[in-house]
C-alpha cells in the first residue's frame, strides 16, 4: 500500500532505507509529489565530501576506505556515486553494486548511483536535489563520488563541504592544468596509487603549489587498494573546519543556479540570487526549494 507525502517524510527523517530509496525515485524522476518532497525537507547540517578526480584515479576504491572506517566505528554513511550516462535508457553505465558490493549487508551504510543525465561537468540538478534528500535522513557524512572528466570537476565545489581532489602519480605532466583549475576547489588532494613510480616527487611537487595559501590544503598519499594512507585522509577530513559563513552562501546561490536552469529560467540575475541568498540564508528555517519557489 502507497504511503503518504507526509508519512514518508517522517519515515526519511527516521533512517528508514525503504523510504529512503523510494523518496530518491521520485525525486531524480520528477515523480508526483517530488516538487511538495522537496520543500518540506528540514535544514540539516550534514558533512557532504566530494570525492573527484580523472577516471581511474581509485576514487571507489578510497570511498570503499572511508566508508568501512566509519561505519566500522558506529557512523552512518551515504554514497552518492555519480555514473556516466548509458545512451539507451539515461541510467547509469556501471552501478552501485559493481563498485561497493561489500558495504550492502550494512544496517548504516547506503549506496545510491545517479545518471549523470548529459551534464559535462558530471553532476546534474538532480545530483543535488537527491543529496538534500540524504541530508535530511540524518546521516553523519555523506560522500559524493564523481564521474570524474577533466576540468570540470570544479562542479563539486558547488555541492560539497569539502572537495577531495584524488590524482595518480601520472598527473605530473599536467601540474600547470591542476594550478590552474582544481586547485581553486581542492580542500584536500590525494595521490593514490602512491606505490608507483614519481609519486614522492608528485606529491612534493602538489605541497610547493599550495605553499602560502591563505588555507593550508593537505597532500595526502594513499595506496588505497591496500588501505595504506587512508586514515591520514580521514583525520584530514575530520580536522577540516568547515567556513560556513564565508562559503556556504556562495554554494547554496550555485545549487539555486543549477535548479533554475533545470527549470527554464535563465533569464534570473545571478548576482542578485547570491545576494538574495545571502540574506535569506541567515534565517534558521532557510529552505532551498521554499526560496526558489518564491521566485517563480
Given amino acids: 500500500m502507497a504511503i503518504s507525502l507526509p508519512e514518508m517524510v517522517v519515515q526519511v527523517r527516521s ?24 520543500k518540506s525537507l528540514a535544514n540539516r547540517e550534514t558533512p557532504i565530501i566530494g570525492i573527484t578526480g580523472p577516471p581511474g584515479a581509485g576514487k571507489s576504491s578510497l570511498v570503499n576506505g572511508l566508508v568501512n572506517y566509519w561505519s566500522g566505528n558506529g557512523k552512518s554513511v551515504a554514497v552518492l556515486a555519480v555514473d556516466p550516462t548509458s545512451p539507451f535508457n539515461l541510467g547509469s553505465l556501471l552501478g552501485d553494486r559493481i563498485r561497493m558490493s561489500e558495504q550492502f549487508n550494512k544496517k548504516n551504510v547506503f549506496i545510491r548511483s545517479i545518471a549523470t543525465r548529459g551534464s559535462l561537468g558530471g553532476l546534474s540538478s538532480k545530483t543535488i536535489e537527491m543529496t538534500d534528500v540524504l ?19 570544479v562542479e563539486i565545489a558547488g555541492l560539497a563541504d569539502i572537495s577531495v581532489v584524488v590524482l595518480v602519480p601520472e598527473s605530473g605532466d599536467e601540474i600547470q592544468n591542476i594550478k590552474s583549475g582544481l586547485m581553486e576547489i581542492a580542500d584536500i588532494f590525494v595521490v593514490n596509487k602512491s606505490d608507483r613510480e614519481g609519486a614522492d616527487t608528485f606529491a612534493n611537487n602538489l605541497k610547493n603549489l599550495v605553499h602560502g595559501r591563505p588555507q593550508l590544503i593537505p597532500v595526502i598519499k594513499t595506496t588505497a587498494n591496500r588501505s595504506e594512507g587512508v586514515r591520514d585522509l580521514i583525520s584530514a577530513i575530520e580536522s577540516h573546519t568547515i567556513t560556513k559563513a564565508d562559503r556556504k552562501p556562495f554554494l547554496l546561490a550555485e545549487k539555486a543556479w543549477k535548479l533554475l536552469q533545470y527549470k527554464r529560467m535563465k533569464s534570473v540575475d545571478r548576482q542578485k540570487l547570491f545576494d538574495e541568498i545571502n540574506l535569506a540564508y541567515k534565517n534558521p528555517d532557510f529552505n532551498l526549494y521554499q526560496f526558489i519557489e518564491s521566485m517563480n
Fill in 15 to 38: 533512517g528508514n532505507f525503504k523510504s529512503l530509496a523510494r523518496a530518491l525515485t521520485i525525486v531524480e524522476n520528477d515523480l508526483a509529489g517530488s516538487a511538495e518532497f522537496l
Fill in 135 to 153: 541530508k535530511a535522513a540524518g546521516f553523519d557524512y555523506i560522500l559524493i563520488e564523481t564521474v570524474g572528466v577533466g576540468q570540470s570537476e
